[in-house]
């Protein structure tokens, strides 16, 4: 029978994650799984208090690039010792397709992003980076997810993200909502770039699939 997770249980794995020490994280996740705790409390209440903390530093412009890559890192290694099998196909909070877009191959603010959402609960599909437009809509119309996440750094695939929701309205997603973000994308306007959201980071994109949940 698996035990209950306190606060104090998961201090150790939630400073380990937070400060970017893989080798330390996995040991704590191992010692809790060891010690009869299951794979989703250790993800609720130490992955995804360390995302909280995260969070909130960045909402206090303490966030920096190689900290959150290097908790990012944490995370990836902690999820695979607590799902051997493979990460959950499944999130109860949602579902939401991912890509970057034909001809941008960069894709760690996507990946980032993917970290991010699977740590809070939402089953991810990940259509790659230099993704062809029509398989990225191909994928939508198939998962039937809540949101479809556009990452974008270079200005060159601005215009298949507008082409977005005139594609899904075709394939009767019209309702589907839209979130972009990435270097090039955040200095547009939703309304200029055809989309519902435009995220300034990976946990802005949370909250606002969060505030989506909240309105179901």
């Known amino acids: 029978m698996e035990k209950s997770l306190s606060e104090s249980a998961t201090k150790n794995l939630v400073a380990a994650i937070v400060e ?5 994280a996995l ?36 966030f920096n690039l190689l900290e959150i890559m290097l908790s990012g890192r944490a995370v990836t290694e902690v999820m695979k010792v607590l799902y051997p099998g493979g990460m959950p196909t499944t999130g109860g909070r949602g579902k939401v397709v991912m890509a970057t877009l034909e001809g ?13 959402l699977i740590a809070n609960g939402y089953a991810v599909v990940d259509c790659g980076k230099d993704c062809p437009l029509q398989k990225f809509i191909e994928t939508a119309a198939q998962e039937r ?36 973000g990435g270097a090039a994308l955040k200095q547009s306007s939703p309304a200029s770039l055809n989309v519902d959201y435009v995220a300034e980071s990976a946990f ?13």
Do not use: W, Y
Not at 111 to 116: A, G, P, S, T
Not at 209 to 216: I, N, P, W
């Open 20 to 24: 970017g020490d893989s080798g330390q």
């Open 104 to 116: 941008d191959v960069h894709d760690l603010g996507k990946n980032i992003l993917k970290i991010v």
């Open 204 to 216: 802005d994109a949370l909250h606002f699939l969060q505030s989506l949940g909240e309105t179901k």
């Open 145 to 180: 997810p809540d949101a479809v996440a556009i990452s974008g750094l270079i200005t060159p695939v601005i215009p298949q993200v507008k082409k977005v929701r005139d594609l899904l309205a075709g394939r009767g997603l019209q309702s589907m909502k839209i979130l972009a």
């Open 27 to 62: 040991k704590h996740a191992q010692e809790l799984l060891s010690s009869g705790f299951g794979a989703e409390d250790i993800v609720v209440h130490g992955i995804e208090s360390a995302m909280s903390r995260l969070d909130a530093k960045c909402t206090l412009e303490q």
